[in-house]
């Protein structure tokens, strides 16, 4: 009788325990989520600045001689030569970069060591004499007298006066001296005409007047 009650619980089927449920852990914060840069391309590239200023500074893939873009040229060298009777050294205007006609125009000087006046002033500090600055201005008032429109002669023109001039700043070896000069007044009668002058370095006004011309028929 022992016997089968052994065979018994042989034979009787085994109950296996049942598998466990699985939990699912559910964060109690949002999961942070990192940036490919790959979809970023503006992440794909660092720039290390080794200051505050030079992070604020702007940057330009272009070199900085190509830049900027010369003055442009309405009369050269050439043609300003054939209006005006200065020569070397006094002839003070290189360039004109506005002109309108019987009205106003803007010329360049280019203000270098070589001038024949920086050895003298001065030796230590070249600076170009204020008076030098008035000629050359004059220079280019006398583009604007010397033509059709006003009716002004090469062989008879002469700078008159000067009034309310202002010197702003000192120009120097290196500058770009530009000159705007436009006729406010004209008498043709008695062959005066009045013309405002403002000259510039950088944008900024370094010298203006006013400027008297007397001029007559060839």
Do not use: W
Not at 60 to 65: A, G, L, M, N, S
Not at 96 to 103: Q, R, S
Not at 176 to 187: G, H, W, Y
């Amino acid at each position: 009788m022992a016997a089968s009650a052994f065979s018994n619980a042989l034979l009787s089927p085994v109950t296996l325990p049942s598998k466990p449920k699985s939990i699912s852990f559910q964060p109690r914060f949002p999961l942070l989520k990192f940036p490919s840069t790959r979809s970023h391309p503006s992440l794909s590239k660092t720039t290390t600045f080794c200051s505050s200023d030079a992070a604020d500074a702007p940057q330009h893939d272009t070199p900085i001689e190509l830049r900027y873009p010369a003055f442009p040229t309405v009369m050269d060298i050439n043609q300003i030569r054939d209006i005006l009777p200065h020569r070397f050294p006094f002839l003070l205007v290189d360039r004109v970069i506005e002109y309108n006609p019987g009205v106003s125009a803007v010329a360049i000087k280019n203000v270098t060591i070589n001038d024949n006046f920086f050895p003298g002033h001065f030796p230590e500090r070249p600076i170009m004499p204020g008076v030098l600055m008035i000629e050359a201005m004059a220079q280019v008032g006398g583009l604007v007298m010397l033509q059709p429109e006003v009716g002004g002669s090469r062989e008879n023109f002469f700078f008159a006066g000067i009034d309310k001039v202002r010197f702003r700043k000192p120009v120097i070896a290196g500058d770009t001296l530009v000159m705007r000069m436009t006729l406010t007044k004209l008498q043709k009668r008695f062959g005066i005409a009045k013309m405002e002058g403002k000259a510039y370095v950088g944008g900024e006004v370094v010298c203006e007047g006013e400027f008297l011309m007397a001029m007559g028929s060839g």
